[in-house]
Nanobody, 124 residues
Framework: QLQLVESGVGLVQPGGSLRLSCQAS????????IGWFRQAPGNEREGVAC??????NYANSVMGRFTVSKDNTKSTVWLQMNSLQPEDTADYFC???????????????????WGQGTQVTVSS
């Protein structure tokens, strides 16, 4: 069964950058589509970005500031976050679902496996 382990939690000043990583184990990484989600207190879980093959999608709220990438040989996905603002403060989760098609969705219900979550706080 696929397992996802996240790292990169931290406190960042407005305008700063942070890189989150999500490393997979326990299954063939090649056949999983990966998404990034975030959830702030009192809010619904929000899709941030997803990647499947060369198909990448971003939420409008992060487009132009966040970049997702992956390395299949390392079974790792990264979320590079630039120009961070206080409204980006949330718990961030990586997630995956198995597919042999190049699908990419920003909807939580598609995803079967979830990382433990990492806290990102943007404040001066």
């Amino acid at each position: 069964q696929l397992q996802l382990v996240e790292s990169g939690v931290g406190l960042v000043q407005p305008g700063g950058s942070l890189r989150l990583s999500c490393q997979a184990s326990g299954s063939t990484f090649l056949y999983y589509n990966i998404g990034w989600f975030r959830q702030a207190p009192g809010n619904e879980r929000e899709g941030v970005a997803c990647i499947s093959g060369d198909n990448i999608n971003y939420a409008n709220s992060v487009m132009g500031r966040f970049t997702v990438s992956k390395d299949n040989t390392k079974s790792t996905v990264w979320l590079q976050m630039n120009s961070l603002q206080p409204e980006d403060t949330a718990d961030y989760f990586c997630a995956a679902y198995e597919s042999r098609f190049r699908l990419c969705h920003l909807v939580p219900s598609y995803y079967d496996y979830w990382g433990q979550g990492t806290q990102v706080t943007v404040s001066s």
